[in-house]
């Protein structure tokens, strides 16, 4: 039996491995004009939404229809979301603060808390899991039956119907729920101080609110307003270019939920850090 030539077996190693990295070369090439094409989509999107958003033929009756979907139904999730918050932190509190003899500062602490972050940022998590999943879910579900294509023919404007009035309407209604969320917070903070201890409502408010300061608070509504349109734009942008099929579908509300959440995240790490630089 013949022993095979060292020279052409090295030559075939050495073939095989270029084949693999060529391979591996034009997979990563793929992917990364890939990343690049979904910027590009991105930054048209917004660029699209900024121009229509300025335009003269506003759909204020569809804003309006949107701010009461985002706004009041979601009122009684917002509502049970603030009371829970506040009622929890108390009570988890409340007893460190007996052994530094501090409970007096219980109401306080409590407000500052939730009105900086606790509020903002749970809040907009609760809206980017209710409000970004059901925008991507209904504008991915118009996308997969052509109704948008249909809008298109129909000489209306599908990106100002439908994207614009929910991007605005995020905008301004996420930011009012997560003050509604801070209110009923600190009313929960009340009903678990009063678990073990007597305090009276007008007491424990003017105690809470004494230590709020302006710049406890317009920093949070400032990024809330971000919190809302990030949340609004997302969940517009998975949904309007979702697939065909109807997987698509819930891929869509799922990366943005997903997609919302994160953002929230780093929008929030960000705004605390310029805070922290003009404090």
Not at 105 to 115: E, H, K, N, Q, R
């Amino acid at each position: 039996m013949k022993k095979r030539n060292p020279v052409i077996k090295v030559k075939g190693f050495a073939v095989e491995q270029s084949v693999k990295l060529s391979e591996k070369t034009m997979l990563k090439t793929v992917q990364a004009n890939n990343f690049l094409t979904k910027i590009a989509d991105v930054v048209i999107f917004i660029i699209r939404l900024t121009r229509e958003t300025f335009s003269r033929d506003f759909e204020f009756k569809e804003f309006l229809r949107q701010c009461f979907q985002i706004g009041y139904k979601s009122l009684a999730l917002i509502s049970v979301t603030g009371a829970i918050m506040g009622l929890v932190l108390t009570i988890q509190s409340r007893p460190v603060l007996v052994d530094f003899g501090a409970v007096s500062m219980l109401p306080g602490m409590v407000a500052i808390s939730l009105i900086r972050e606790m509020g903002p940022v749970i809040t907009a998590l609760i809206c980017a899991g209710k409000i970004g999943s059901g925008m991507g879910a209904e504008l991915g579900s118009m996308k997969v039956t052509e109704q948008i294509e249909a809008m298109e023919v129909s000489s209306t404007n599908p990106m100002r119907f439908l994207v614009v009035t929910r991007v605005l309407a995020a905008t301004i209604m996420i930011p009012l729920l997560i003050l509604y969320a801070d209110a009923f917070g600190i009313l929960g903070s009340w009903a678990g101080a009063n678990i073990r201890g007597d305090v009276s409502f007008v007491l424990f408010f003017s105690q809470a609110f004494g230590h709020v300061h302006f710049m406890d608070l317009f920093p949070a509504v400032i990024k809330s307003f971000f919190f809302g349109a990030a949340i609004g734009l997302v969940g517009c942008y998975k949904g309007y270019n979702a697939g065909r099929g109807t997987e698509s579908v819930g891929k869509a509300a799922n990366s943005a939920v997903v997609l919302a959440s994160l953002l929230v995240i780093i929008i929030d790490v960000v705004a605390v850090q310029i805070t922290d630089m003009l404090q």
